[in-house]
């Protein structure tokens, strides 16, 4: 649960929130050797988790971003419906694909 203020008014907001799953750590080993390990949240050291975290950020953001190329490119198939891939729309088209993906707008 998290209460705030809000305009002198109590918000209470529930997060469906449950102990992460295990994820992949590199630590070193006795002789120096970068060893991987797969802990859950609960057992990785402080940083670990900091750096878990940004990963996570980085990933949700790259996903983000790949949504919206693919749905860039699903336009394709409207417009060159003879088109198997992207790449033969581009084709027949006469455009990159990085000038096509430059018009993709957030969904």
Known sequence: MYCRTSHGRLAL????????????????????AVIQLHLPFLDMDFDEIRNKVREIVGQRENLYYNI?????????????????????????LGVDVLDWLKEARAI
Request: proline residues 7%; hydrophobic residues 45%; aromatic residues 2%.
């Open 13 to 32: 907001v529930r997060f469906g929130v449950s102990v992460p799953a295990g994820k992949s750590v590199h630590r070193r080993a006795h002789d120096g």
């Open 68 to 92: 919206v190329a693919a749905a860039r490119l699903l336009e394709l198939e409207g417009l060159v419906p003879d088109a198997r891939t992207p790449r033969a729309a581009l084709r027949t």
